[in-house]
């Protein structure tokens, strides 16, 4: 895990190729958060695949809800040769949800970006097919942002089985 | 195993009523009783439940974690082979039992229940584990318990059941078949007119499938 | 006059060229796409495959997901961080103590939790218990795609016996809920010390009867080798960890590389294939269970006293004994019970080592009492990516034998 000083350096090389992509950086329990601009997630990628993290663990959206901008794309990102571990963060908010899609430089971005459209919203620009992919394909609606309700059956016990319809027929 | 039995006193009118047979003393009435008792209870219906109940085919349909004790029940500790339910089929055609393994999740419920229409009379099914029977621990979006979509004879209970606990019910559905079932799951559950009728044939004044629901429009089952 | 040679013994007639070859000279070439699935006997759950073939030969595969989807990430946000753990079990229903400690990892991290050593050994133990009943599954289950159906009953046989431990040690064969956050939660009984050793005398002459069916078998052979192969570098490049990227030659093993819960105390190798092809996958898998028992046989000999939980009883509920005579251990009891612990806000991704490859968890936690989001990373959901490159331009059979060897678990799939 590169410490906080690393962390540092890391950021500021970024800055060097891309200019006002890096928002802000966070080192919580020895791992380092890199936030950055959603315009220049591309380049940030391949300015870190160079610099060794070649390895995409993850891809993962997270709802914010309440704070704004509320929609979140987490990169966890590993070097293998020196045991680092990185995350990209990067806040759309759900009026204007649109990425780029970093596939073509980790293929293994695929389904899970696909899986983020799926249950957040997130349109990944330049995915190769951006459908869904856990959900029914005509299925309204992004499960896990956080107003979408958990839904479920009513749980019967005697006092409201008479309530619930066609159960005690 | 299941083993029914009838109460002493009606074994003892059996016996009596069986020797009277023999001396030449019933007449009349309970002459043509005694005739008709045994005519029905050892009928060929009685041999073909028999048959049935002994040789149930499941299909193979694992769905999740469930999937794993049915497959250690197919395994060599609780062994299912010992009934004879040991062939389990691939295709729903040839199948008999279907034991919904596993949470049912709502992209592959119309899947199922495409399943067990293909299945041919005697038919029935099996909700194993709480996620099929009720939601189980998933009550949310996603998850449909199997009754909402397909009628299910027998619900084994667990999370997920142990081997021992879905032969027990499977041996509680081979007594069910055993007793005298009414074969038509239609029958059974006193669902007529959920036949699906798709075509022409549905714009038929009378005869079956005239006031026909149809369960699935087309296009239902497009997303799947 | 005699009869005119049959067709075999002409020797126009005979083609020794591959079948790909063949196809490439055929006048006209007629693509066919089939369904597999998602109910179909030789997928390892309810996974659908949408192939395209050009006679017998595979030329493109889209597997299609979610009939297994269980919305197991939003109903953890609804609960409790210890009601988590049973949800959370139950999605890659293969690996529960995995999964559970991918989460517990997590949860740890983001408290700043040190978890005691006895804990952590009995995690090690039950750990590696879970990835060799996993991978007896598999063995079970890939040799009935792949026809030697006898090694099912061979291979679930030692899969009940490792389910009487884990029921011996938690009450439970399957999601045991055995693991919480902070340790486990409780102690093993006595007499399982004896049970698991005598396990591990037995196993690896269990391994060398399998090997001996099947390692060196003629229809074994000509069905994995070569077939299926993928390069590491089309791996990596997908995301793949486990055992398929071992058996290509990368001995990437999160145990190794950034040890977690006391795995740099044992002393264990990783097997590594050299061609990348089903047969490098399956004797990397049996070798790993090989290794997974010297594993529990050094964690049971290094087994340390002490406690199996933590001791913040702000966190872990305390023991029954305390709650008759302590006041404070009554409050923490109820406070835990009924509204469990708060985390302070944070993020943190925990990735752990799973029988199919890396299985991380991502949690957020909001400092309320319910994680804001739970994220699993589940290894055969990445896996499955690279499953059309190892099958593109090969055959219909061996698609089945490569989705044998690929071990997909459609429960993390699909979450």
């Given at each position: 895990m590169p410490d906080a000083t690393g962390l540092e350096l890391l950021a500021q090389e970024i800055g060097k190729h891309e200019p006002d992509a890096v928002l802000d950086t966070i080192y919580f329990r020895e791992r380092g958060t890199i936030l950055v601009d959603p315009a220049h997630v591309r380049a940030v990628m391949d300015v870190l695949r160079d610099a060794g993290y070649r390895f995409l663990s993850s891809v993962h959206g997270v709802d914010y809800y309440p704070d704004e901008p509320r929609l979140g794309v987490l990169y966890e990102l590993l070097d293998m040769e020196s045991l680092d571990r990185l995350t990209v963060k990067l806040r759309v908010d759900t009026g204007a949800p649109e990425v780029d899609s970093v596939v073509d430089v980790f293929p293994t971005a695929n389904f899970q970006e696909r899986e983020i459209y799926d249950m957040f919203g997130v349109v990944f620009r330049g995915h190769p097919e951006l459908r869904r992919i856990l959900m029914p394909e005509d299925y309204e609606g992004f499960p896990q942002r956080r107003d979408f309700p958990v839904g479920g059956e009513p749980v019967i016990f005697t006092y409201n089985q008479n309530k619930v319809p066609h159960y005690t027929e | 195993m299941e083993v029914t039995r009838e109460p002493a006193s009606e074994f003892r009118s059996r016996q009596l009523r069986a020797r009277d047979m023999l001396r030449g003393d019933l007449e009349g009435a309970e002459l043509e009783r005694?005739?008709?008792?045994?005519v029905i209870t050892t009928t060929l219906d009685r041999a073909v439940s028999w048959a049935r109940g002994n040789s149930i085919m499941p299909a193979t349909f694992g769905l999740a974690c469930c999937a794993i004790e049915m497959m250690s029940m197919v395994a060599s500790r609780a062994d299912i082979a010992r009934f004879g339910y040991e062939a389990f089929r691939a295709t729903p055609r040839q199948a008999d039992l279907l034991i919904l393994s596993g949470r049912v999740s709502i992209k592959m419920a119309p899947i199922v229940r495409r399943i067990y229409d293909q299945m041919l009379e005697p038919k029935w099914a099996i909700a194993m584990g709480a996620c099929a029977s009720s939601t189980g621990v998933f009550n949310n979006y996603s998850v449909v318990p199997a009754d909402k979509f397909m009628p299910v004879d027998v619900h084994v209970p667990g999370c997920p059941p142990r081997p021992e606990a879905l032969v027990h019910g499977v041996l509680r559905l081979r007594s069910m078949i055993l007793g005298d079932p009414k074969l038509g799951w239609r029958e059974r559950y006193g669902a007529e007119g959920t036949e699906e009728v798709v075509g022409p044939v549905a714009e038929r004044e009378s005869g079956p499938g005239a006031d026909a629901e149809n369960v699935f429009g087309p296009g239902d089952t497009a997303g799947a | 006059m005699s009869t005119p040679p049959r067709i075999r013994d002409r020797p126009e007639d005979i083609d020794l060229a591959p079948a790909g070859q063949q196809l490439e000279a055929a006048p006209e070439e007629q693509l066919l796409t089939i369904n597999f699935g998602p109910v179909h006997p030789s997928t390892h759950g309810v996974l659908r495959l949408l192939v395209t073939l050009e006679g017998e030969v595979v030329r493109d595969l889209s597997p299609i997901m979610g009939y297994l989807h269980t919305g197991i990430e939003k109903t953890c946000e609804d609960k409790s961080y210890?009601?988590?753990?049973?949800v959370i079990e139950r999605m890659d229903y293969l690996a529960y103590y995995f999964n559970a400690m991918a989460f517990c990892g997590a949860v740890e991290g983001l408290l700043g939790?040190?978890?005691?050593?006895?804990?952590?050994?009995?995690?090690?133990?039950?750990?590696?218990?879970?990835?060799?009943?996993?991978?007896?599954?598999?063995?079970?289950?890939?040799?009935?795609?792949?026809?030697?159906?006898?090694i099912f009953w061979y291979a679930f046989r030692d899969k009940?016996?490792?389910?009487?431990?884990?029921?011996?040690?938690?009450?439970?064969?399957?999601?045991?809920?055995?693991?919480?956050?902070?340790?486990?939660?409780?102690d093993i009984p006595p007499g399982f010390e004896e049970k698991v050793r005598a396990f591990c005398a037995e196993m690896p002459r269990r391994v060398d009867q399998i090997e001996a069916i099947l390692a060196r078998n003629e229809i074994m052979l000509q069905r994995l080798r070569h077939t299926g192969v993928a390069d590491e570098r089309t791996l990596l490049g997908h995301g793949v960890t486990g055992p398929l990227l071992r058996a290509a030659g990368n001995p990437w093993d999160l145990r190794k590389a950034a040890p977690y819960s006391s795995y740099e105390d044992f002393d264990f190798r990783i097997p590594v294939g050299t061609v990348g092809d089903n047969y490098d996958r399956f004797r990397v898998r049996l070798a790993e269970v090989r290794e997974s028992v010297r594993i529990v046989e050094q964690a049971l000999d290094g087994l340390p006293e002490g406690p199996f939980m933590v001791e913040d009883r702000k966190v872990a509920l305390p023991p029954r004994h305390e709650l008759g005579t302590s006041m404070e251990a009554l409050i923490h009891h109820f406070k835990l019970v009924t509204e469990g612990y708060r985390v302070p806000p944070g993020e943190l991704y925990y990735a752990i080592e799973g029988p199919r490859?890396?299985?991380?968890?991502?949690?957020?936690?909001?400092?309320?009492?319910?994680?804001?989001?739970?994220?699993?990373?589940?290894?055969?959901?990445?896996?499955?990516?690279?499953?059309?490159?190892?099958?593109?331009?090969?055959?219909?059979?061996?698609?089945?034998?490569?989705m044998a060897m690929l071990d997909p678990v459609l429960g993390g799939v699909d979450r």
């Open positions: - | 005694y005739v008709h008792e045994r | 210890w009601k988590v753990i049973p939790l040190e978890v005691p050593k006895r804990a952590q050994y009995l995690r090690v133990i039950h750990l590696e218990l879970n990835r060799i009943m996993s991978h007896m599954v598999w063995l079970g289950t890939g040799g009935l795609e792949l026809g030697a159906i006898s009940e016996t490792i389910l009487d431990l884990f029921e011996m040690s938690s009450g439970q064969r399957m999601h045991t809920r055995y693991f919480q956050v902070g340790g486990v939660i409780e490859g890396e299985l991380g968890c991502f949690v957020r936690a909001d400092g309320s009492g319910k994680p804001a989001r739970v994220h699993m990373r589940d290894p055969s959901f990445v896996n499955l990516q690279a499953f059309r490159d190892m099958v593109a331009d090969g055959y219909v059979a061996d698609l089945i034998a490569t």
